[in-house]
């Protein structure tokens, strides 16, 4: 059973904006902490953004105040918007959907690809 699916990369200009969706199953959604994390080529896999079970948000430096993770309990969807989009935050992106209290675990997504390029 897939329990984590993300969805909404794509290509957009620097400078544009993105969302990305995650749906998670009901079985975990109100359960876990839901975060966002990306893999650039070449570089490790780094947590961008988190939202714990009580809604306690939390950001990386590198995405404070251009992202905004959110969640939607009635769709259990946790969602990443993205503004003001630099290249070097090509990636690809998975949500994860985290014991709370063990870093890292939990379930995965397969990843969505976001390129941000003129």
């Known amino acids: 059973q897939v329990e984590v699916v993300e969805s909404g990369g794509g290509l957009v200009q620097p400078g544009g904006s993105l969302r990305l969706s995650c749906k998670v199953s009901r079985r975990i959604f109100s359960v876990r902490t839901l975060n966002w994390y990306r893999q650039a080529p070449g570089k490790e896999r780094e947590l961008g953004a988190s939202?714990?079970?009580?809604?306690?948000?939390d950001y990386a430096d590198f995405v404070k105040d251009r992202f905004t993770i959110s969640r939607d309990n009635y769709r259990s969807t946790v969602y990443l918007q993205m503004s003001s989009l630099k290249p070097e935050d090509t990636a690809v992106y998975y949500c994860?959907?985290?014991?709370?209290?063990?870093?890292?675990?939990?379930?995965w997504g397969q990843g969505t690809l976001v390129t941000v390029s003129s």
């Open positions: 939202m714990s079970t009580r809604g306690i948000k």
């Open positions: 994860n959907a985290e014991v709370p209290g063990y870093r890292p675990s939990g379930e």
